[in-house]
């Protein structure tokens, strides 16, 4: 008899101890699950602005094509001109256009690197 209540309290022992490490366990899983789901939002979020970047670089793309195509226009108009005082008004024009035709040839080569 005396045999069996230390095996019983051997039992008691190893079952108090199995619903520790179950309620460690649980906890530790409600702890990851909620960390899942964070990083997921995170996810959701950073593909929310990529796609938005996208876009705009679509959009400034479309814009940097219609500005060569002025600046090709403008070349071919300056190269058809006589040497008149128009010809300083298209050559300014001509540096704008170049420099922001620079400006947004930087602006694809970084977006590409983001993806």
Do not use: W
């Not at 045999?3 to 366990?25: G, N, P």
């Not at 940097?64 to 298209?90: C, F, P, V, W």
């Not at 922001?100 to 993806?115: Q, T």
């Amino acid at each position: 008899m005396q045999q069996l209540d230390i095996i019983f309290k051997d039992m008691r022992s190893e079952i108090k101890t199995l619903r520790l490490v179950v309620e460690s366990l649980d906890a530790k899983h409600v702890e990851l699950v909620s960390e899942i789901n964070s990083c997921k939002e995170c996810h959701n979020s950073n593909q929310a602005h990529l796609n938005r970047l996208k876009g705009e670089l679509e959009e400034t793309l479309a814009d940097l094509e219609t500005s060569r195509r002025k600046l090709a226009a403008m070349r071919n108009q300056k190269d058809g001109r006589s040497m008149s005082g128009s010809r300083d008004a298209i050559s300014k024009e001509n540096k704008e256009l170049e420099a922001a035709l620079e400006e947004a040839k930087v602006l694809p080569g970084f977006i590409f690197y983001i993806n």
